[in-house]
């Protein structure tokens, strides 16, 4: 992938990440034996293909000084899907739009502006708003066919999972905070680390039973 990457990640410990990671990991590549998978952390990218001469000086400054929002984020869940892209052979669908909260398409264009248009907002928007569609991997590089043989699988694996994180056993919410982290995926798959992180303590993530 050319260039680097934002990625907005649950709190580190966090019950949710370590339960994401769990899935990306081990549960779902077990659907996949003899599958030589990759492994990474739980994000959803907010948005790629940053040239590295953007933040070049300092990549923890240049993550500090975004203009992002300090209102209410809502991170939620829609559906487990398959797909043909790279990164998409297995995603959960994250909502895009909120009217209760700041919604990822405007954080999207936010960071895109910064980091890929020059700051030029109105072709982030354009960009946020026709082509953006933030969700969380669980695997890669699968061919389709074999993903959608063990769809219900990965669905009961994620109702499973849901049931460990949510945190008053009934509504959906299962985790506040999150991390945005800057990481140069232009290098290998396993090489991906963040180098920049911001610690963003509005985020809530939903998770809703029965994707």
């Given at each position: 992938?050319?260039g680097s990457s934002?990625w907005l990640?649950p709190?580190?410990?966090s019950a949710?990440?370590?339960?994401l990671?769990?899935?990306?990991?081990?549960?779902?590549?077990?659907h996949?034996?003899?599958v030589?998978t990759?492994n990474?952390?739980p994000?959803?990218?907010?948005?790629?293909?940053?040239?590295?001469?953007?933040?070049?000086?300092?990549?923890?400054?240049?993550?500090?000084?975004?203009?992002l929002s300090?209102n209410?984020?809502l991170?939620r869940?829609?559906?487990?899907?398959?797909?043909?892209?790279?990164?998409k052979?297995?995603t959960?669908?994250?909502?895009?739009?909120?009217?209760a909260?700041?919604?990822l398409?405007q954080?999207?264009?936010?960071?895109?502006a910064e980091?890929?248009e020059?700051?030029d907002?109105?072709?982030?928007?354009?960009?946020a708003e026709r082509d953006?569609?933030?969700?969380?991997?669980l695997?890669a590089d699968?061919?389709?066919?074999?993903v959608e043989?063990?769809?219900d699988d990965?669905?009961?694996?994620?109702e499973?999972?849901?049931?460990?994180?949510t945190?008053?056993g009934?509504?959906?919410?299962?985790?506040?905070g999150?991390?945005i982290?800057l990481v140069p995926?232009?290098?290998?798959?396993?090489?991906?680390?963040?180098?920049?992180?911001?610690?963003l303590p509005?985020?809530m993530?939903?998770?809703?039973?029965g994707l």
């Open positions: 992938m050319p934002l990640v709190p580190q410990g949710l990440n370590k339960t990671q769990s899935l990306i990991s081990s549960t779902v590549p077990s996949f034996p003899g030589q990759h990474f952390i994000h959803i990218t907010i948005t790629s293909n940053i040239d590295p001469t953007v933040y070049q000086h300092s990549p923890q400054a240049w993550l500090e000084n975004l203009p300090t209410k984020l991170v869940f829609e559906a487990c899907e398959p797909g043909k892209p790279f990164f052979k297995l959960v669908r994250v909502k895009k739009e909120d009217v909260a700041e919604s398409t954080v999207a264009a936010i960071c895109r980091g890929v020059d700051r907002m109105d072709r982030a928007r354009e960009w953006y569609l933030p969700h969380l991997s695997i699968l061919e389709v066919s074999e043989k063990h769809n990965v669905r009961d694996d994620l499973e999972a849901r049931k460990e994180v945190q008053d009934t509504g959906d919410l299962v985790c506040q999150g991390i982290v995926t232009d290098k290998p798959i396993s090489e991906w680390q963040p180098i920049a992180g911001l610690e509005h985020v993530w939903h998770w809703p039973s």
